[in-house]
């Protein structure tokens, strides 16, 4: 989307949103060569920060190619900010309801009208102790082999130290830095045409999450876990554990009562 064509609200929404970014984070961006100058297609960034969504959108609004977030339906139905959501284009998720599948449509559509849609595959916030990406949920994969268009990979760091994950006080001294990373284009060609299996999408989806990871390596310096933190994973394990020590507890009890 050329920047003539970025429209009133995303306009008036930079108004609003540029200056406290600009007074608050310092920018370290790159690989805006990589945000392609026509057509349709996605990106795919990692979220570890209530503030990194703002960060990432200056970013990306500096490209020319504004994006399109998929977000709670919620936000569309409150006040000013619902006006901004509708009237900048953002598209409702409406989940676990029978409109669950209007964002996927949405998405395709957006794309194919020549649009940027903006994917976190994660789903949330990370939940990886050292902020690394997590397993990623599936959408992002099904538009991108729907579509066919480009996905390009984007990773962040530097919100996430302005406001940790799921914290609630910004930490403004010293001043941070937004740090950005934008790839070449992940190759999925290998997926096309062919039937989307959970299966398929699965690796599709892995393939994506381990783009978005390399360029977090890079900005980081170091290297990512071999295995992504997969939350699911992990609250099966937590159950199990918190069975086990109820388990241990109620076989104590026992064995205290027969003495």
């Not at 003539?4 to 920018?27: E, Q």
């Not at 001043?175 to 060609?189: E, F, M, N, Q």
Request: hydrophobic fraction near 40%; charged fraction near 25%; aromatic fraction near 8%.
């Amino acid at each position: 989307m050329p920047r003539r064509r970025i429209g009133f609200w995303y306009r008036l929404a930079a108004v609003i949103a540029k200056p406290p970014l600009v007074v608050l984070i310092k920018r370290d961006w790159r690989g805006m060569e990589h945000i392609p100058a026509h057509g349709g297609f996605i990106t795919v960034v990692n979220h570890n920060s209530h503030v990194d969504p703002f960060a990432y959108a200056h970013f990306q609004y500096n490209t020319g190619r504004v994006p399109r977030f998929l977000a709670k339906s919620g936000l569309f139905k409150k006040g000013f900010v619902g006006a901004f959501m509708r009237g900048t284009g953002q598209i409702p998720v409406y989940r676990e309801t029978t409109d669950a599948l209007s964002a996927f449509r949405a998405a395709i559509d957006a794309v194919d009208r020549g649009e940027c849609v903006a994917f976190y595959p994660e789903g949330t916030i990370t939940r990886d102790p050292d902020q690394w990406p997590m397993t990623g949920k599936t959408g992002a994969a099904r538009v991108a082999l729907q579509t066919k268009c480009p996905v390009i990979p984007v990773a962040q760091w530097g919100a996430n130290e302005l406001l940790p994950p799921y914290a609630k006080k910004l930490n403004v001294l010293p001043r941070k830095t937004s740090r950005v990373l934008a790839g070449p284009a992940v190759d999925l060609s290998r997926f096309y045409d062919k039937e989307m299996t959970p299966d398929l999408l699965k690796e599709a989806t892995e393939v994506i999450m381990a783009a978005i990871t390399r360029q977090l390596e890079e900005l980081r310096g170091e290297k990512a876990p071999v295995m992504p933190y997969d939350p699911r994973k992990e609250r099966i394990e937590q159950r199990r554990r918190s069975q086990a020590e109820t388990g241990h507890e109620a076989q104590t009890g026992h064995e205290e009562k027969s003495k």
